[in-house]
């Protein structure tokens, strides 16, 4: 069995669902990131993990065993939050050295302990500072160590690096992996930042209005997004509302507005309704009449690196991304040919709520 | 926090606020009862003091006897003459203060609100040396000979109002400062730039945005000038008795312990009432303002 | 930032003219030689200075009110951080209702305190007891302790609590260590503020001080209703000179207007 397993999580404040039915199992050592939008549940399940949420119904176990019922104080996991939380009145060494206190380990091993932690997070000049007379992205490595010092079972991060600049923010994404790689500490991230967590995660974990959308590893989950709101939120999508007419080799015919769309897909039989969607930088453009279907450039954004176009079509609006290679590249208002691949067309369920 | 049962997180917080739940109910809520009830009762010199019972006599001497009126009426004007100086003084001076330096600022401030710390009797002491009829005032304005007899200002409705503003003025400067503070300060420069002159800001941006402020301060001191009474009683005297010292005298000069007990309890209610209605009316006015 | 115009300093200056005329004529006055009140026209003297140590009347009510800011500072704040514990971390029922409780000593004029308070005491046979002087002060001065206390709470960021729990300290330990430490400005703060709220207190003291345990401003008080004379002035003068060091103090760590924000009701 896995070493963190969530079994039916749920949270109900009064009659608001926060988190519903969560169930999901990580791998001793594993990077895991809980992503979605703001007010998704994913700070309340952190904090069921941590304990200082009580879950409405489900249960946590750690290495085989139900914590649920446990204090925080007896967890033994580290927790990271977004504001650093670092105790103000003491000094960075007595900050980390905390959790050893509390677990009474002796002076001379805390001392060494809290050495060794600091200098993991290359910070073990400032041990005799105060909090305040760092950075944010400094306060942030005080409270990871604090956080790794106890050898903790799991280590929660909620949200670290939000509050952080972004160039700060993309260096610490890099230690933080790397100094986790090397503890081979388990870990769960919180994160609004759907870039973050693909870059940091072994696997994400999408959240959306409270449960859990879809588990993956990171490539997987972009090409192979289990429903809409997954496959909106790891990037942009051209999504539209399709019907399947046949099915023939494990390549449907969809038809969207009297466009018909080439998909492989095996799940759906023909007369449902569907969402079709391409990603923007899957597609490219051709002589009119030459691709699947034509359009005329509305907006061209130049972005350095890249081209965003926007194409009105008679189904409606496609984004389309181009790499910027140097050459010119077509006007706001041409018409254009829009071309893709049938490998790259996903066919997803229907919200049956919409 | 963490997790406890039920029961025990649901009491908390009862736990918690016991100590001074207890201390209240003790100490403040059975002796305004006890006042509340002794207004009641009766005075009655020849048959031995206060007799228990239950009357209306004190409150239809109090509201019909014209010495009473004048006095509660006294009281009405000297409170609402201190506001408005204290409103028309303390709010420039607010003013003037936030458009300091910050060094500057923080000396004035010392300098205006300093005198809170100090006790209402030295302040008041102040102004007795300053205004008596051998005081400083008239010596200097006799001896430089602006004057050929003293200026009557002790015993007087201009010592008290002076001596009242003095005291009070700082709630009223501190009350706007905090609205001020919550000012956006470029909200002033975006007015400015769209061609307002500074009067215009001053009076369209500035003036409406500090008003809540203005009206809590003008609400704190009228009722602490209603309830004054250290600085009436030492620069009014019997001559210009108001309600706080006329129920000082009934305790404590006649005996009459219902009579006085009536008297705060009118005046308890008119305060009551008087920060009530003026609060909903805050309230509505600004309700938009501060959602 | 504007600048303020020349009128505007002007009307400055005569402001803090007037706000500190009172209080350095005083001061003034205290150094007089003579035996009456007048300004120390010849030379400054210290008569009136040496003259209140010969006076144990006001010396033993110096002491009194100290004890008595003391005693009535502690016990409020030591009651109020409970409670703003409470009304900072707890949703309850009636939280909103007891806050408002705890508030509302300020709507009680003093006057109608000290009447209810000396009712009281009498009835229950504690007048001129010192501990009856302490729980009136405390009664007055709560609303002040408990509103910069609860600020100093609400103002807390409540995940270091979290963080020092799940480093495993338990409730005892995260108030002692962390909680505490941390909203120690804030009750440092209220407390001095409510010495000074009691020991500057006349109005409601007027009725409960008995002959034997009169507080400073009430003997100050009833001594300047007879007679105004240059002793009382040099003890003003050195009370104002207290009060600018315990100010500077103050302003030194928490800038006056904030502490004193809470003053108002
Ligand atoms: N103590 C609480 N009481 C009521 N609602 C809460 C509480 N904590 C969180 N919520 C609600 O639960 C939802 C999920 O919150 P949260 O887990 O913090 O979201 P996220 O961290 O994904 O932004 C939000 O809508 C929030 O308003
Ligand atoms: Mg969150």
Redesign the pocket.
């Known amino acids: 069995m896995s070493f963190l397993h969530l079994e039916g999580l749920t949270k109900h ?2 009659d ?1 669902v ?2 519903e039915e969560v169930n999901l199992t990580v791998e001793k050592g594993e990077f895991i990131s809980l992503l ?10 952190l ?1 069921m993990i941590a304990g200082f949420v009580n879950p409405t119904k489900g249960k946590i176990f750690i290495d085989n065993q139900d914590i649920t019922e446990l204090k925080p104080s007896k967890r033994n996991l580290g927790i990271v939050f977004q504001s650093y939380a670092l105790f103000h009145h003491m000094t960075i060494h007595d900050n980390v050295a905390f959790g050893l206190e509390m677990r009474n380990i002796n002076k001379a091993e805390c001392q060494e302990r809290v050495i060794e932690t600091l200098s993991l997070v290359h910070l073990e000049d400032f041990a005799h500072r105060f909090p305040r007379e760092l950075s944010g992205g400094q306060q942030q490595r005080v409270a990871l160590a604090r956080a790794l010092v106890i050898n903790p079972e799991v280590l929660l991060l ?1 949200e670290p690096l939000s509050a952080l600049d972004a160039k700060i923010r993309e260096d610490m994404q890099i230690e933080l992996r790397s100094i986790q790689r090397r503890l081979g500490t388990t870990t769960i991230l ?1 994160t ?1 930042d759907q870039s973050e967590a693909m870059a940091m995660s072994d696997r994400i974990a999408v ?1 959306n209005n ?1 449960r859990l959308a879809q588990v993956d590893r990171p490539h997987r989950a972009y090409e192979h997004p289990g429903d809409n709101f997954v496959s909106n939120f790891l990037g942009k999508s051209n999504t539209f509302k399709g019907q399947v007419k046949d099915v023939s080799d494990g390549t449907a015919r969809i038809n969207a507005s009297g466009v018909d769309f080439l998909a492989r897909n095996d799940l759906f039989e023909p007369g449902t309704t569907v969402n079709v969607s391409v990603r923007p930088e899957k597609i490219q453009f051709c002589e009119p009449g030459k691709g699947q279907i034509d359009g005329s450039i509305s907006t061209r954004i130049f972005l350095g690196n890249q081209w965003v176009f926007q194409v009105d079509s008679d189904i409606g609006e496609f984004v389309v991304v181009g790499q910027n290679t140097g050459r010119e590249v077509v006007e706001e208002g041409h018409k254009v040919g829009l071309n893709w691949s049938e490998r790259e067309v996903r066919v997803l369920p229907m919200e049956n709520q919409a | 926090m963490s997790q406890q049962s039920d029961t025990l997180s649901t009491a908390r917080p009862y736990l918690l606020s016991a100590p001074a739940l207890l201390l209240y109910v003790g100490v403040f809520m059975i002796p305004l009862i006890m006042t509340f009830m002794l207004s009641f009762y009766t005075f009655d010199i020849t048959r031995g003091g206060i007799l228990s019972g239950f009357s209306l006599e004190n409150y239809t001497e109090v509201l019909s006897d014209s010495y009473f009126h004048k006095i509660f009426l006294r009281t009405f004007v000297l409170s609402i003459l201190v506001t408005v100086f204290c409103v028309l003084l303390g709010t420039p001076e607010a003013y003037i203060l936030h458009n300091m330096s910050s060094r500057w600022k923080s000396i004035c401030m010392l300098a205006i609100l300093g005198p809170l710390l100090v006790s209402v009797v030295v302040r008041t002491l102040g102004w007795a040396i300053l205004i008596g009829s051998d005081g400083l005032i008239n010596n200097t304005l006799m001896a430089l000979g602006l004057i050929d007899e003293p200026i009557k200002l002790m015993f007087t409705m201009t010592g008290l109002v002076i001596a009242l503003v003095h005291v009070l003025i700082p709630f009223m400067v501190l009350s706007v400062w905090a609205a001020l503070q919550k000012l956006d300060p470029m909200v002033e420069s975006a007015g400015q730039s769209l061609g307002a002159s500074s009067f215009t800001v001053l009076r369209k941006i500035v003036l409406p945005q500090i008003m809540p402020g203005v009206l809590s301060g003008s609400l704190i001191v009228f009722a602490l000038t209603a309830s004054a009474f250290a600085t009436p009683s030492i620069l009014g005297g019997r001559r210009l008795k108001v309600v706080a010292t006329t129920a000082y005298d009934e305790y404590l000069g006649t005996l009459n312990w219902p009579l006085g007990a009536a008297i705060a309890v009118l005046l308890l209610l008119a305060n009551i009432l008087i920060i009530t209605s003026y609060n909903k009316f805050i309230e509505r006015k600004y309700a938009q303002a501060f959602k | 930032m504007r600048k303020n115009t020349p009128l505007a300093l002007v009307f400055n200056a005569l402001f803090l003219t007037f706000m500190l005329a009172p209080l350095v004529v005083i001061c003034l006055v205290a150094f007089t030689s003579k035996g009456y009140i007048s300004l120390p026209t010849d030379g400054f003297s210290l008569r009136w200075f040496r003259a209140i140590l010969d006076n144990p009347h006001f010396i033993d009510a110096f002491y009194l009110s100290l004890m008595l800011g003391f005693a009535s500072a502690t016990i409020a704040v030591s009651i109020a951080v409970p409670a703003s514990l409470a009304f900072a971390r707890y949703k309850f029922t009636g939280r909103a209702a007891i806050m408002a409780f705890f508030l509302s000593p300020l709507m009680v004029p003093h006057i109608v305190l000290g009447v209810s308070f000396l009712s009281f005491l009498t009835k229950i046979g504690w007048y001129g007891s010192f501990m009856g002087l302490v729980f009136t002060h405390v009664i007055i001065i709560m609303p002040y302790a408990l509103r910069l206390v609860l600020s100093s709470i609400t103002g807390l960021d409540q995940s270091a609590e979290s963080a020092a729990a799940s480093l495993g300290a338990s409730n005892w330990v995260v108030f002692r260590r962390v909680t505490l430490p941390m909203i120690i400005p804030g009750v440092a703060g209220g407390w001095v503020l409510s010495f000074i709220t009691s020991f500057d207190e006349v109005t409601m003291s007027v009725f409960v001080a008995s002959p034997s345990t009169t507080t400073l401003p009430v003997r100050m008080y009833e001594h300047i209703t007879e007679t105004i004379d240059p002793l009382i002035a040099s003890l003003s003068a050195s009370l104002i000179f207290i009060t600018m060091i315990v100010m500077l103090i103050l302003d030194r760590f928490y800038g006056l207007d904030k502490i004193l924000v809470g003053k108002g009701k």
Do not use: Y
């Open positions: 404040f009064g608001f926060a988190v979605g939008p703001s007010g998704c549940g994913k700070t309340t399940t904090q909620d919180v609004h959240m409270g």
